[in-house]
């Protein structure tokens, strides 16, 4: 028999004596096999149809072809799987595993592919408060923010005694012409101003603001509505609220104090603040030139602006001496004394906060929070949610089925990296869809320990 010869075939260098080559033609694979993982976990929560019902479809339905919790689904699953752009699911909408994860494996019209494409998708970002003829999908900004706080209750079996809830503003830069784009001093750079809500690993809130504001600029809207729905499901449950210095500000600390919620921030230092704690410095600074190494103490006392302030507070200062130089810190705080130390307060208890910036760039970094290309604030927000979104779901998958693993606190990127991107034979009969995972695969155990989790809790 004559020998077939293939143009598509790629010749590397040989092993062994045995040619190396590699081809196009493998059939029906895809390297998302891990996704199922995602699916399992959205059953549970019931995220995707949850979000989809924050959204109203005006479309003839007779004349649908991608539903609502299909695109939003497709959304969602892409971003966890490192698709952030819309273009990306032209091609991705062939994908067997993602047709799976919609459960949609053929479209009703020949002309169209299981899933949407960039344009279906675009729309649907593009959705406007009103029906237009080419925008006919809008969406419920209320209840997609209430949506994160229920998921956030929901995953909780009994109430905790106590919570604190993280808040940070962060940068994110621009580089078009978008609606509410502004230079940011600090930043030094064109972005908007995004505002921040977690409690631990927890995303509660994530709010797209321009960028000539201060960074606590609508924190109290954000936090009464929060805290409302929590004391409803949570009546006892006791809040702190914990931030940097750009939140210290007079109403907030006032919400705070009349609503029975704790608070813990930063205090930008000032030349009065300081001398307040010229001995403790000075003790400090001997102490490390003594023995070459930092130093520091503590100092707690009460303060009072002289006139931004409408009470006085407790103020701890850190006051210490490293690498030859005096560095200064203060936090203010409804905690007393008798409950937190002034130590301990801030080298246990404020510091923790530190941990919320690792969540935004996992956010940002990971998840692609920070694609707000758009041109209207609107269309943004959506694309912040849908990031935020996947973020929740990827959150819950570690919460629920790595928490006996390796994976417990690995980032979302490591989790995507390691667990989600497995390539896998697709194959397709009248009764079963059998996804065949490769037999070298190095992390079977944990893969096998999610589905049994998420699969346990599903059913039970």
């Known amino acids: 028999m004559q020998t077939e010869c293939s143009a598509d075939l790629f010749g590397f260098t040989p092993v062994e004596g045995r040619k190396v080559v590699t081809g196009f033609d493998g059939g029906q694979m895809s390297s998302e096999a891990g996704a199922m993982l995602l699916g399992a976990t959205d059953k549970h929560l019931r995220l995707i149809e949850r979000f989809a019902g924050c959204f109203t479809d005006y479309r003839d339905a007779d004349l649908v072809e991608h539903t609502v919790p299909g695109l939003v689904g497709q959304r969602i699953f892409g971003i966890a799987l490192g698709y952030e752009d819309l273009i990306d699911h032209d091609q991705l909408r062939h994908d067997p595993v993602m047709a799976v994860l919609g459960g949609k494996l053929t479209a009703k019209r020949t002309d169209c592919a299981p899933l949407a494409g960039k344009s279906t998708l ?105 805290i409302t729905r929590i004391r409803e499901r949570w009546p006892q449950v006791r809040i702190l609220l914990r931030a940097d210095s750009g939140f210290a500000r007079e109403a907030l600390m006032a919400w705070c104090e009349t609503n029975g919620v704790d608070f813990l921030f930063g205090l930008a230092k000032n030349a009065r603040l300081t001398a307040e704690i010229e001995a403790e410095l000075a003790a400090a600074q001997e102490q490390s030139q003594r023995t070459s190494q930092s130093a520091r103490r503590f100092k707690d006392f009460t303060w009072q602006t002289r006139k931004s302030w409408s009470r006085e507070r407790r103020v701890v200062a850190k006051a210490e001496w490293t690498r030859g130089e005096a560095n200064p810190r203060f936090v203010v705080t409804s905690l007393g004394r008798a409950e937190h130390q002034a130590r301990h307060l801030y080298e246990k208890v404020y510091c923790a906060r530190g941990d919320m910036e690792n969540r935004i760039k996992e956010c940002q970094l990971d998840l692609y929070a920070d694609r707000t290309s758009a041109h209207t604030m609107r269309a943004n927000q959506l694309r912040l949610w849908f990031a935020s979104m996947a973020y929740v779901l990827v959150c819950a998958l570690r919460r629920i089925g790595l928490k006996h693993t390796q994976f417990a606190c690995a980032s979302c990127g490591t989790i995507r990296l390691k667990l989600l991107k497995i390539g896998a034979l697709v194959r397709t009969s009248v009764r079963r869809i059998k996804l065949a995972m490769p037999s070298a695969f190095a992390y079977q155990a944990e893969y096998h320990a999610a589905y049994v989790a998420l699969t346990a809790t599903t059913t039970a």
Request: glycine share 6%.
């Open 122 to 226: 675009n729309r649907l970002e593009l959705s406007r408060e009103e029906p237009t003829r080419y925008h006919k999908i809008s969406y419920d900004a209320a209840a997609i923010e209430g949506l994160f706080v229920e998921l956030f209750l929901d995953a909780h079996v009994a109430a905790p005694p106590q919570i604190t809830l993280d808040l940070d503003a962060t940068d994110d830069p621009l580089h078009g012409e978008q609606e509410g784009r502004f230079f940011h001093g600090y930043y030094d750079t064109y972005c908007y101003l995004p505002l921040y809500v977690f409690c631990g690993r927890h995303l509660l809130a994530a709010k797209l603001r321009p960028a000539n504001i201060d960074a606590s600029a609508g924190s109290i809207e954000e936090v009464a509505r929060i």
